[in-house]
């Protein structure tokens, strides 16, 4: 016999969209349950992007979740983009009033779970047979089976899918519309005990590929190389993985600082949007809904911004009834999906070189020329990566 209880609203998934919708909601005195399949510590160590939009930043201040990422967080006026042995400044503080701050995702993982079990929320690790029923009835059910093996069923208003992109909920919505575009190339990305050898990011693209300089801290760098979509993790040794690194970022007189190498991986590069993003009283959020490639650094900033919206239309159907917001849930998330997704696009197109094609390589130096010499065009890449439409959090 399962153990039944009750919530107000079942969170399925303990990333950045469930952990923020948990909290957001309960600043605004709505209680949830948590469920996630994966242990604590496997969620507070998986290596993400850590690029805040400005408002990203404000949402997790008013979510309480803040304190850390003022003192730690590096707050960063622009990006360089670098082509043709040139090295660009874009100053999004100058063109539109907004900066972005470099703090790793793990770190905000690890903020809202510690923000939320001090409040003394239920947050459920390492759960197994993690299921949704009765989505278009009133009382949908969240049941799950503890780490201790013990089976629950949690009778909630609503439930929300934050479960990332191979997560349970998406299935769940019958006529979904998917749109997805893979591109032939990946990122080899790695993390180094290395003091970063810039004050901001670098966006470069060289004949041999692109390559990204982003850093963690001021002691620790982390990079990427773009490289084939197939590649294979061991035909990259730490040398070779230096090299090109120094070659792709080479300006006289400057060097790529290198140190230990700590981690080491490849991600797939794709773009994929599913909608609509709710059915019943199901709602999607996060990469459950919308996976962004990560040149540019979306991925993170729409999942928080998801939970934003999901908390206030939850908050007005739960507590004043109103289902006017939750009505407008996935047209309102997706609008914003949607440019980010072409801004996504829009970078990853630009940067990454297409091998044996002349035609856009020219196209590519052409729009970098563009951006980096017209005010207008660098202040529209400067509005989209700040962060364009973020919605924002009042209680
Ligand atoms: N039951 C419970 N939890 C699940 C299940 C399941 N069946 N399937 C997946 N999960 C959990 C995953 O283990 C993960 O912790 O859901 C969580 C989803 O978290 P994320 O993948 O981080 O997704 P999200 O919160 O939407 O955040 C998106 O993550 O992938 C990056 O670049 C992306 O920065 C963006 C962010
Ligand atoms: C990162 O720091 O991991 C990062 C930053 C910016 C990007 C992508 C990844 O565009």
Partial sequence: MA?????????????PAG????????????????VENRTREYCEARQRAGMLEAGT??????????????VEGLEHDGIYLQFRGERHHVNFRELVGRTVTVYAQTEIVKDLIAARLAAGAAIEFSASSVAISDVTSDSPVLSYVDASGVAHEVTCDVIAGCDGFHGISRPLVPGLSLYERSYP????????????STDELIYSRHESGFALYSMRSPEVSRLYLQVPADERLEDWSDDRVWSQLQLRFALPGWSVSEGRITDKSI?????????????????????????VPPCGAKGLNLAVGDAIVLASALSDLLTEGSSTLADAYSDTCLSRVWR??????????????LPDDPFDDLIQLAQLRYVTGSRPAATSLAENYSGYESPRFEI
């Fill in 185 to 196: 190339y990946s990122w080899l990305g790695i993390l180094a005990d290395a003091p970063p």
């Fill in 3 to 15: 153990v039944t209880s009750r919530t107000q609203v079942g969170i399925v998934g303990a990333g």
């Fill in 267 to 291: 991600t797939p590069m794709r773009s994929f949007v599913a909608g609509p993003m709710r059915h019943g009283r199901l709602f999607l959020a996060g990469d459950a809904a919308h996976i």
């Fill in 57 to 70: 930043v404000a949402a997790l201040r008013a979510a309480g979740a803040g304190k850390r990422l003022d």
């Fill in 19 to 34: 952990l923020m919708l948990s909290q957001l909601l309960a600043l605004r005195g709505i209680d949830s349950v948590l």
């Fill in 340 to 353: 980010a997704t072409h801004f996504s696009y829009f970078m990853t197109s630009m940067m990454h070189v």
